[in-house]
């Protein structure tokens, strides 16, 4: 393929043809860029942003108006693909087919198309027919999954013991005696941090705010009494 001959052949088009504007250019040396990338080989695949970014083209009406106007102009062969996972498929014509061989060349694709869509068709009614996810269900499959994922993570958080110093301070700023952190401390560190000695303990926190609460049940308060001794008492007096 002599891509200079073809390119001087395509621009010796343009000049008398009056259709085509500058974003028509645009997208045809895109296009011819993609094709010289993959060794001037017919039809090329292609990606619609790659296309619009190579371009310059911003708009995606503007892209394939501009396409459907090259196919029918005779400067290209647009085979757009639906299919999300397969890009469309472009055939770059020779300038210096005639007419007729053009014609040829189209009849045969729109006769490979409706063959396609056949197929299409009679997969779709057969039991073995492959579901193809689109962009959205695939997206909104991956969100569940990563929520899910999310939730195990901290559902299965791992319970880590807090140290003395932690212990400490927390019931320091609760205002309970260091005594009372010792206790707490001693008590579930012994017994590997389980409430009731089975169940693994969650939060530390919540299992030190229920041992405050109840730290004056267990540990009550000696109420002081005084003493009125009688100096006068006649010990010789018996009880």
Known sequence: ?????????????????????????????????????????????????????????????????????????????????YNPFRGSLVTIIDMELKSEQIRKTKRQQVNKQTSSKQELNKRATSSEQALVPSINNINSINNTNKENKNKSIVKNKIFEAPTFIEVETYFMESKVTIIEAQKFFNY???????????????????AANNWMLNAEKFNPKVQSSNLHLNQDKDYDIPL
């Open 1 to 81: 393929m002599n891509y200079i001959k073809h390119l001087t052949g395509f621009f010796d088009k343009v000049i008398l043809d009056d259709r085509l504007n500058p974003t028509h250019i645009s997208l045809y040396v895109a296009l011819f860029q993609f094709w010289n990338v993959q060794r001037f080989k017919n039809p090329i695949s292609i990606s619609r942003d790659e296309v619009m970014r190579v371009s310059k083209i911003c708009s995606k009406a503007t892209y394939h108006k501009c396409m459907k106007d090259l196919h029918q102009f005779d400067y290209v062969l647009y085979d757009p693909s």
């Open 188 to 206: 579930y560190e012994s017994n590997g941090w389980k409430i009731g000695g089975r169940s693994p303990m969650k939060k530390w926190k919540a």
